[in-house]
C-alpha cells in the first residue's frame, strides 16, 4: 500500500519491508500493510497491482455458453494531483499525467479532449484525491473528484426484430439490467432488404434509419440506468454486436450495396470509436467496440455466437443455427469453421403465415395432437388465451402434424383421413389448431396449407446451408447442434428432427442456447482479450455464398421434403 | 516505377533489372525507367521511394529566420483497387487496404470514419485508380477517385490583435496565399486579461469568444482557398500556434486560472487533433497540430519564433523580444534557453496613447527631428497624410526627443528648451510632431508627457525582463537581437537602443524580424520533424514568472529611465 497522508511520521521501515520492496518501491511510499501501523489517521491507497481481480462471475445460464473473465478495457486509477505553485509551475495536465506516473510508472497517457475541458476545474475542487478512469492504460476518457470505484459498461445485441441492452458492472462481471426494445427501424420494412431499399429510395433514407435505431439505444442505455440509478454519464464502455445491415445503419455507412452481387460490406474489421461519434448518450469519453463482421448477411451477431459458444475452441464439430429472418448458420471445431447465411424468411418469427405473431402473451408457442383422436392440446404465451401462432408453435404445430399423419413428406396434406379438424378451404385444405370458441379471438385458428409450404421454404434454406456446409467438412460427424436466436431456446430438439430442420449429421445433442450473440457482446465488454479472440474467429472462419451456387439450389429443393414423415406414414 | 496496365505484354526484365530490383520488386512489378521500353500505351505508377523531394523552398525574405525542409505528415498514395467479386469476396475497406499494403508495403492502417462513409460510392465509381492521403503513414484521411497530387495546407498565428493564415503547397513548400484579419475578440477586450474576464463573468462567455475566433479562422482559410481556386476540403492539415489565451479559447479550455496565481494553462504539450473537431472547415478528415505551450502567458507563438530564428541551435546567446502588448522575451543559445513574460500594456501597439493608432494607412511610423531648429519630419503608413502614430512611430519620436534633448534622462520635458513645438497644456508639455495644417486630421498632432509615460513603462516592463533573463546568464555578452511581432520589423535598432528597450549585452546586431511565430507555425506544417523539435524546445526553455518577484520590480523602477538621454543632454 502507499501511505499518502498522515497526521504523524511513520516508524521506518521493518527489515522485512526493506528486503520485499527493495529501494525503489520504498522511495515512491510503499509500505506492507501488514508491517506498517499508522499511529494515527492516514490515506492509503491500494496500488492496482495490489488489488485482486475476480474471476468468471457472469452466470450464463446455460452449460452451453462459454465463462466469463473479467479483464475490462477500463480501469479506475484513484490518483492525488497536487496544486499548481508559482514554484513548481505545471499546467494542469502535465500535473495529472506525472501524478499517474509517479503513482502507477504510466507513460504516454493521452487525454480526451472531453476531459481537458472540465480539467481546470475539476482539479481546483478542493479535493486533492482523483479518480482517473483509463481506456487500455492509454487515454484517460474520465475523471471525477474523489476515490470512486464504480465501472460500468453496456453490451448491445442489434437484431433486425429486436434489440437487447445489458448493462453490466465491470467490477463483479454481474448483469444489472437487461432491457429489450422492439427495433424501430421495422416500419421502414420486416426485413433488412426492404430497409436497405427504403434507404436506397428514399433522400436522406439513411440518416432516417440510423436516427431511430440510435433513439432506440439511447432509451435503452437511459431506461437501464434509471433501474440501477446511476447517471448514463457513468457509462464508460460499450460492445455491440448485430448484423451487417444494422451494423452499417448505425455507423452511417452506406447500406445499398448489401443488397447488391457480390454482397460487399463497406467494412468487416472490429472497430473501436468514441460513443459519443455514434452518437450514444453515455461518458462523454466512453469507447464503443464493434465486433468484426463476417459478410454482407453474416454480421457480428454471429460472430458473437461463436465466442460465446466456445464451439472454435472444441474438438469435435457443432453445428450452430440462428433461427430468425436470415439464418446464419456456422459449422466447425477449433481446427475448421465455416459459414453461410440463408434467406429462411419471416415465418420462424411468425411473419407471412396467416395466424402468425411474435412471441408475446396469447401465441401458441407448442401444440400436441393425439394421434388416434386428432385432438389438440395447445400451450401459450403466459397462459392467455391463444391469438395466434408464433415461430416455436408454428414448428411444434407442424411436427405434430407430420406424426399424426395428416401431413405427408411432401407437405401435403393426407387424403385419407377425416377429420372435422380438417377443413377444405378455397386456398386449400387447413388444420384446426383451436377452436372459435376456446380462442381469444372468437375465430377458428388454423394451420394452412400456404403455411405449411412457408415453414417447407423457411427450413429447407437452413436445411440446404447446413448441409452444404457439413459437406464442406467432409460430413464429419457433429457431436452437437445449438440453436441460438430469441425463438431457439423454445424450439422443442424433437419438433427441428421430425420438421427435417437440418440434415441428420449424427448429433447427439439438439439444445436452444437463448440469445448467445448478446452473452458474446458480454463477454467482450467484460475481457478486452474477447475482442481479439473475436477478431481471430472472423479471421479464420471461412464464408460461403450461397447465391448463385447450383449445390445449394439443389440441396434447397430436396430440403423442401418432410423426410421424417414416412415413418410416421408407414405406422398409420 | 511500376508498370500497372498495358495492352501489350512486356519484353522480360533485363540482366541489369534483375541484379538492381532483386526477385521480390520484381515480382511486385517494380521494372526500371530506363531500361524497360513499352510498345504500347501503360499506366505506370511511380513508387513513393523513388520520386524526390525538393528541398529548401520556403523564402523566409531574411537570413535570420531557419530555412524550411519539406517533410509533411500528409502524403498522397495513389493506389489501384480491384473490384469486390463472389470469388474472392472482401469488404471495401479491407480491399483498400490490400492495395495499400500491397502497392506500399503499409501495415495496420486506420481509415478516418468520415471516409468510411465515402468509400463504398467511390470504390464504385468505375476508377481502378484511388489516392489515398495519409497522415503519419498510419490512417487514410482522405480518398479520391483518380490519380491525384494536390497537397494543401494551412498555417496559423493567432495573435491578440491580429490573425495571419499561410495557406501552402506541401509538394513545394510554396507559399500560396497569406491572409490575415483583425481578432474579432477586440470587442470583448484589447487585451487577453479583459477577455478572459468576459469570458468568466458571462454566461456561456468562453463559447462566445471562441466562436467568432472560429468564425475568423475559417473565413480566412475560405479566402486563401478562393484567391488559390481551390475547394477548402482539399486543405489537408493545419497547424495552429498562438498565445496560451488564444489556444485555450479556441480548444474550448477554461481561460479563468490563466488570470489567477499561479497562471497554470489547462495543457501545455503539443496537441494533435481532427481539424473538425476545433471546428475548421477543410478536409473532413484533416489533422489540426497545436504546438506546444510553455505558461499561461508564454504561448506556442513565442515557441514558435524560437524554432523560426533557430536560436536555440546557435553558439552564441541571442535575445529574441516579441513587442506586443505581452512582450515575451526569450534568451539563450544552444545549451540553454530562458523565457519570460512582461505586461507591457499596448503601446508598442499604439493603444493608449493620445494620437496613437495600429499601423494603418496615415500612420507616423518614424520621426526625424533637427535637433538645432527641433524640424520635424515625419514618415507616414502608404506616406498618406497623418493621421495618428503607430506603436514604431511613437518610439521613433521619443528616440528623437532624447537625441533633441527635448526629453531627459527621468522622461520628463527639459525645462531649457523653448519651441513653439513645444506646449504647455493642462495635463503638462507636449511636442508637436505634425501641425494641424499639415495633418490629415485637422489638429496638431503631438506627444504627451503622459503618452511618454506610458512607452516608459513598456519599455521598462521588456528592460526589465530582458536583464532579469540576461542575469539569469550569468551576463553572458549577447551576440544579436531580434524584434519579432507585426511592429518588430519596423523599428529602427537605434530607436530602440536609444530608448534603452533592452539592457545593453554587447550585442553587435539588432534586427526586426517580423511575424517570425507566423513562420515556425508554417515550418511546422511543412516537416513534422520540427514539430518534435518545438516539444523539445517547449521541454528545454525554463520559465520565470515575473509577478511577485522582488528583483524584478527593482529592474522595472530602474529600466524606466533613458539611460541614454545623458549623453545627449551633456552634447546639449
Redesign the interface.
Known sequence: VIIQETGQTLPPPSEHERETLGQDLLRRGYRLACETVPAHDATVLVPEESRVRPQIILTSGTDYLYPARLQPEIENCPVQVPP???QH???????LLTALFETYGLKRLS?D?VI??K???IL?SGHRGFTCTLWRRKEIIALQEGIHEDLFGMAFDMGTTTVVAYLMDLRSGQELSVRSAMNPQIPFGDDVISRISYAQNHPGGLERLRAPMLQCLNTLIAEAAAEVRIDPSRIMETALVGNTAMHHFL????T??LAL?????????AQT?KAR?LGLDMGPGAYAHMLP?K?GFVGSDAIACILATGIHRKKRPTLLIDLGTNGEIVLGNRDRLVCCSTAAGPAFEGGHIKWGMRAAPGAIERVRIRKETLEVSVETIHDEPPVGICGSGLISAVAEMIRAGVLLSRGNFSGDMESPRILQGEDGPAFVLVWAADSGVEQDIVITQRDVAALQMAKSAVHAGARLLWEALDNERVSRILLAGAGGNYVDPRDARTIDLFPPCGEKDIRGIGNAAGYGACLALLDGRKRREAERIAERTE?R?L??SRRFQDLFVEGMFFAQARDYQEDF
Open positions: 499548481a505553485t508559482l509551475l505545471k499546467a494542469d495536465r502535465e500535473r487525454v479532449p481537458l475541458r480539467l481546470p476545474k481546483r455507423m452511417g455507412l452506406e445499398r450495396y452481387a457480390p454482397y460487399a460490406p463497406a467494412l468487416t474489421d470509436l461519434d463482421l459478410a464464408y455464398e447465391s448463385g
